[in-house]
């Protein structure tokens, strides 16, 4: 069976993944989410949607306090897919040169410029506190993140393939940071809320980690199995109906369309944008594959809208009065965008 599918303005025939083909590469996927479990423990919704992300070749942005091992599962994820791996601590003196790479002059006789790789080229760059960069050095994050290249006095040069950028934020000690532009801000397929743990998670951390430190991991992926899986994401079916859902969804995120809900039209001043409607295809492929399915269902779309729609909504001065969250919107965005058009 073969399927023509529409992606990126090219038509791309591709045979679609057979039921035991989505349960093999789900039970490989299921080995990745186990050994980032076994470092962040509880936190069994972070850890698959990352792994969700991973498999969508998305950029994720986690958020929550500190101490709860954002930083310790971005290490965890490269040394299971076996990836070179660059963490970047973001302050505000960071210059763009710094995270690209810049000319150095080298030589004893003749002197040349020789260009030098900043920590960007890497298959896996964590971005710590991305907010307390300036927008300079954000805008050449950007650029990475979208074109999965870097430009240098003229030159692009492209960065690793696969590449993923996991960048960390806090909601608290606001002071001194820069709040990422709604552009960049789109450019994360998943925006990820790391909740605090309780009492029990607690006590099996102090009882079985001396100092807090991780458990060593061996590699569960290499190069060629991690593209054998982005190769059998692209192939799971996106059935006609719940590409309509889709779009359904992000054109009621607007206030401005017929279809938008009133809480749409309350609390937000501009809804979600053609790549988010790309997105959540995405994200639907890989968690359906996740799930050891060859097709995505309207339940895989309604499980990735809030991580992928609750950065891409701009709220109205009114959502902050009445204490209502861009989480808020979009569940009841939700509830007002039927699965299957109504008659």
């Not at 950028?165 to 397929?189: C, H, M, S």
């Not at 190769?231 to 059935?239: G, I, N, S, Y």
């Not at 968690?287 to 701009?314: K, Q, T």
């Not at 709220?315 to 969250?325: P, Q, R």
Request: overall charge neutral; glycine content about 8%.
């Amino acid at each position: 069976m073969v399927a023509s599918r529409l992606e990126g303005g090219n038509d791309v025939a591709a045979e679609l993944l057979s039921p035991a083909e989505a349960q093999g590469a789900a039970e490989v996927a299921a080995r990745l989410k186990d050994g980032l479990n076994t470092v962040m423990l509880d936190q069994e919704s972070v850890v698959e949607q990352v792994v969700v992300a991973v498999l969508a070749r998305g950029h994720v942005l986690l958020e929550g306090l500190p101490g709860l091992g954002k930083t310790e599962l971005c290490k965890a994820l490269a040394r299971l897919l076996s990836l070179p791996f660059r963490r970047i601590q973001f302050t505000p003196d960071l210059l763009p040169g710094d995270i690209t790479g810049t000319y150095v002059l080298e030589g004893d006789g003749r002197r040349d410029f020789v260009f030098r790789e900043g920590p960007l080229f890497a298959s896996l760059v964590l971005a710590d506190e991305i907010n307390r960069s300036s927008p300079k050095t954000q805008s050449a994050l950007l650029e990475a993140m979208q074109e999965r290249s870097v430009t240098v006095l003229g030159q692009t040069r492209p960065l690793p393939d696969p590449f993923f950028v996991l960048a960390t934020q806090n909601p608290i000690e606001l002071e001194g940071t820069y709040p990422l532009p709604e552009a960049q801000l789109d450019r994360f397929l998943f925006r990820i809320q790391v909740p605090p743990v309780g009492a029990k998670t607690l006590r099996a951390l102090l009882t079985t980690r001396v100092r807090g430190a991780p458990p060593e991991l061996s590699p569960v992926l290499d190069a060629e199995g991690l593209g054998r899986l982005f190769a059998a994401a692209d192939r799971v079916h996106l059935p006609g109906p719940v590409a309509d859902f889709i779009g359904r969804l992000v054109e009621a995120s607007d206030p401005r369309q017929p279809s938008a809900p009133d809480a749409v039209r309350r609390f937000v001043r501009y809804g979600a944008s053609p790549r988010a409607a790309l997105a959540l295809a995405a994200a639907g492929r890989a968690l359906a594959l996740l799930r050891g399915r060859p097709n995505v269902g309207f339940d895989d779309v309604v499980a990735a809208a809030p991580s992928v729609l609750n950065h891409r909504l701009v709220l109205a001065y009114e959502a902050s009065l009445e204490k209502v969250s861009a989480a808020d919107v979009v569940r009841a965005l939700l509830q007002a965008v039927p699965e299957v058009p109504r008659a």
